[in-house]
């Protein structure tokens, strides 16, 4: 955080109220949470996406300033917010994409070499991004999830439940955070 001359360094909060009158300090919240925000991302959707999907979690923070809740201190919560609808659009997109090139390999139309290399590419490097953001969640706590995404606590509980079970059920009962999950899966 930004030390004040006159006493402790400023909230996110205070920065942002400040941004409402001076754009460009809205900055600080920039460096501040940008890069927690990319790796959480990173886990979620891949690198390379993560960077275009960050880059647009700030643009729509900046544009959405306004409508911060000045009570809370810390932006954590409305960025990784933010962050998460982004990145639900995107997986919803994706699944989309794929319904509709699984429905032209059904009607008769053979897959292109660059569609075959994008499906296996896609899948590999989704594996190890859904193991780790089972398995860490960016680091958040059940009670900063539910905050992220408004929701009541009981419910993410009762979700996070839900997918590990049908992660499980597709990985074959294995548990893909395990660290020797692998090993098992060759038993």
């Not at 929701?151 to 996070?160: F, K």
Request: charged fraction near 25%; aromatic fraction near 8%.
């Amino acid at each position: 955080m930004t030390p004040d001359p006159a006493g402790p360094p400023e909230t996110d909060a205070a920065v942002i109220k400040r941004s409402l009158a001076e754009p460009e300090r809205f900055e600080e919240v920039f460096r501040r949470w940008f890069a927690r925000i990319h790796q959480y991302l990173g886990g979620r959707v891949g690198g390379r996406i993560a960077d275009d999907l960050a880059a647009e979690v700030f643009a729509r923070a900046f544009a959405q300033r306004e409508r911060y809740d000045l009570t809370r201190d810390s932006a954590g919560p409305w960025l990784y917010g933010i962050a998460t609808n982004l990145a639900g659009t995107y997986w919803r997109q994706e699944r989309s994409r794929y319904r509709a090139l699984a429905r032209s390999h059904q009607d008769g139309v053979a897959p292109s070499d660059e569609d075959l290399i994008t499906d296996r590419m896609s899948a590999v490097a989704a594996g190890p991004a859904l193991a780790a953001a089972l398995a860490a969640l960016a680091g958040l706590g059940n009670q900063e999830i539910a905050q992220s995404l408004g929701i009541p606590y009981g419910t993410v509980c009762s979700r996070l439940s839900r997918a590990r079970k049908r992660v499980r059920t597709s990985f074959g009962g294995i548990n893909p955070a395990a660290e020797d999950s692998r090993e098992h899966s060759h038993d």
